[in-house]
Every structure is written in structure tokens, then in C-alpha cells.
């Protein structure tokens, strides 16, 4: 009986310490489960925060989000690009990070308005920007306010390419009404009376004829400049020798040569080959040569040279002795239409093209332009092709 009990009490303490053994090895699997749930759980918190942090980073426009009071949450990279901060800025105030007393303005106006859409600001700074402003309050799902949203455009660019289309139509509107004007004048006179009269009749229809060639060119030139920005103007490149494209030049322009008695030097050493297309290096040439010959000092000289570069390419170069380009002109010669001296530019009859189609047509071969100038020692226009 002994014995029995002796059996039925170890196989009451093995059933114990096998079930005590269960329960402590299903609790460590339980915490092993639990740490890798938990883990499982930080790392798809941790994925998504970056996911969101990538897409945010890839917007174009600056945002900032703020909590309940005031303060930064989150920011993107354009935001802090565009005014200068880092993600230390996190929990700091707005007014700190943009510098700009009106945006805090509009953030504090989200309080007690739901939005603020298309607001325009300018930010003051070199160079001064234009931002467009959109803001949101941000609610919980009880209504209750949890911060707020900006969204910082930059409409600098598109400003400036608004101003330089208005001054783009203004200035074609001026230059196709002068001849045009001229051109109704002179018809207006003749039907007057004045084609009875040889000498004025043959006066009046130079006008006309002058004029009309005038308008003709300019449309020609807008139209090739409307090409070049398209795009869709087709370069033949082929292998172009470069001495004979600026004698072909100097030949045509020979009459304008003498009746400025200038002198024109070819110095683009022999077998110097581009790749180009060879009616556009002669208009570049052309435009180059004529604007040195319109410019350049009576009886003065215009050279053209031209010289290897290590990278594969060919610079050359046109340069007069004329008085040369005030430095504030430099750097807008290329524009459309800009004329260093607007009175001498008109009466010498250029369209105000010719260098802004130079500097397209060299940029649609790959190539750069640029100009070097000091007062009263000539202009040096350098542009650049593939050699051949």
C-alpha cells in the first residue's frame, strides 16, 4: 500500500512538473511571438513612415504640416530647399522656418477658416520669389482641430516667362507696325495723288518695297526661331569645311564691306571640318559677320578664327574693333529683340533676331555661344561645333 502511494505521488509530481514545464515553455513561445509580432509591427510602421517620407520627397512643392499648436510636424525636401531649413526644424515654429511674417499670418487665419486656396506671396531675396500658397486645417474624425497643411508653389519661373511673352508680343507688335505704317503712308499718298508725279511715285513705292522686304524678313526670322525652340527644325549635319562657309559669308556680305569700308580677314586655318549643317553655320556666320560690319568701327577690320578644343570640338570666333558692348548688355544680347543701341539697330534695319537665332541654332548642333567685351576694344562673339 506503501508502495502504491509512493507510485501515485511521483506520478503526480512528474504530471505537475511536466504541465509547470508546458506552461513556462508556452509562455516563453507566447513572449517569443509577442517580441516578433511586435517587431513585425514596427517594421511596417517604420516601412510606411518611409514610404510616406519618400513620396512626400518627391513632390515638387513644399510642405509643411503643423500640429494643434502651431508647431512643425513635418516637413518635405522642397519645403526646406525652398526656404533654406533642415528637418531640425521639426517642432519648431513657422514663422522661423520661412522668415516670412505673412505665411504666419495665413496659418493663424486657418482657426477659423477651413482653407486658404491660390494665395500669391512674394518672398524678398536675391532674386526675389513668388510663391503660391495653398493651406488646409487639419481635423480629427470628432472634428477637432489637430493642426494644419501649407503647400509652397514656386510660381517665380512662370512669372518670368509671362513677363518675357508680354514683352515678346510688344516688341513683334512694334517692330511689324513701323514698316507697316510706312507701308499704308505711302499707298495712302499715291492713291492720293501722287502717282501722277514720276519722282514721287517711284519714291513712294522704294518705301513700299524696302518695307515689305522688311516685314518679309522678320516673319522669316520669328518663324525660324518658332522652329528652333519647337525643335522641329531638321539639321542635314554633314562634314562642313569652316574657312570656306566664312569666305562664302565675306563674299555675299561684300557690298555692306564696302560701303563701310571695312576689311575682313579670314584666319580659320585650313582643314578645319565641322560637323554642322551647312546652311545654318552659314546663317550663324552670317548673322555674326554682318552684326561685326553694322557695329564695328568704319574701316575698321573683322576677323574670324577658329581653333581646336581638347573635347572634340571646334570654337570660332568673330571679333571687330568697334566700340564695343557695355558690360550691364552682356548678358541679354542673346534675347529676342534686345538691341544695345535701339535707334542705330532700326536705322541700320536689323529685325533684332539675328543673335537669338545665332545662339539657337548653335545650341540645336550641341554647341555654346558667348560674347567678350570691353568698352571701346570691339566685341568677340565665340561659338562652338562637334568637329567633323
Known amino acids: 500500500m506503501t508502495v502504491f502511494f509512493a507510485l501515485l505521488a511521483a506520478a503526480a509530481l512528474a504530471a505537475w512538473w ?33 514610404r510616406m517620407e519618400t513620396l512626400l520627397d518627391s513632390m515638387l512643392d513644399g510642405l509643411i504640416v503643423l500640429d494643434a499648436t502651431g508647431r512643425i510636424a513635418l516637413t518635405n525636401h522642397a519645403a526646406e530647399t525652398l526656404f533654406g531649413f533642415s528637418r531640425q526644424m521639426t517642432g519648431g515654429s513657422l514663422l522661423e522656418a520661412v522668415r516670412h511674417h505673412e505665411v504666419a499670418a495665413l496659418a493663424a487665419r486657418l482657426s477659423t477658416e477651413p482653407s486658404i486656396l491660390d494665395h500669391e506671396l512674394l518672398f524678398e531675396g536675391t532674386p526675389p520669389r513668388v510663391m503660391q500658397v495653398n493651406a488646409i486645417a487639419l ?15 514656386d510660381l517665380t519661373r512662370l512669372r518670368e516667362l509671362e513677363g518675357a511673352r508680354q514683352e515678346f508680343v510688344a516688341n513683334v507688335s512694334h517692330e511689324l507696325r513701323t514698316p507697316l505704317s510706312l507701308i499704308k503712308s505711302a499707298a495712302e499718298t499715291l492713291l492720293d495723288g501722287a502717282k501722277t508725279d514720276p519722282v514721287a511715285l517711284d519714291r513712294l513705292l522704294q518705301i513700299i518695297d524696302r518695307h515689305a522686304d522688311r516685314l518679309a524678313l522678320l516673319i522669316d526670322d520669328l518663324l525660324l526661331l518658332a522652329k528652333l525652340d519647337s525643335e522641329r527644325l531638321v539639321l542635314h549635319l554633314q562634314p562642313t569645311p569652316v574657312r570656306a562657309a566664312v569666305q562664302e559669308v565675306f563674299d555675299d556680305l561684300s557690298g555692306r564691306t564696302r560701303l563701310r569700308t571695312a576689311r575682313l580677314e579670314n584666319a580659320v ?53 568697334g566700340p564695343g558692348i557695355p558690360r550691364e548688355a552682356l548678358a541679354r544680347v542673346f534675347e529676342r529683340f534686345y538691341r544695345v543701341d535701339k535707334a542705330r539697330s532700326r536705322e541700320q534695319g536689323g529685325t533684332g533676331l539675328g543673335l537669338a537665332i545665332v545662339k539657337h541654332a ?3 548642333h ?20 562637334p568637329a567633323a
Open 362 to 364: 548653335v545650341q540645336a
Open 269 to 321: 586655318p585650313d582643314g578645319f571640318m565641322a560637323s554642322a549643317d551647312p546652311d545654318r553655320l552659314r546663317q550663324v556666320l552670317s548673322n555674326l559677320v554682318d552684326n561685326g560690319i553694322k557695329y564695328g568701327r568704319p574701316g575698321g577690320v573683322l576677323t574670324v578664327t577658329a581653333a581646336a578644343q581638347t573635347n572634340g570640338r571646334i570654337e570660332v570666333c568673330v571679333r571687330d574693333d
Open 366 to 385: 550641341g554647341g555654346e555661344v558667348r560674347v567678350e567685351s570691353e568698352p571701346g576694344q570691339g566685341a568677340a562673339f565665340y561659338f562652338t561645333l
Open 139 to 153: 481635423h480629427d474624425t470628432a472634428g477637432t482641430a489637430t493642426g494644419a497643411m501649407l503647400v509652397f508653389h
Open 18 to 50: 511536466y504541465v509547470r514545464s508546458k506552461r513556462t515553455e508556452d509562455a516563453a513561445q507566447h513572449v517569443l511571438e509577442l517580441a516578433a509580432l511586435k517587431k513585425k509591427h514596427a517594421d511596417i510602421l517604420e516601412f510606411q513612415q518611409r
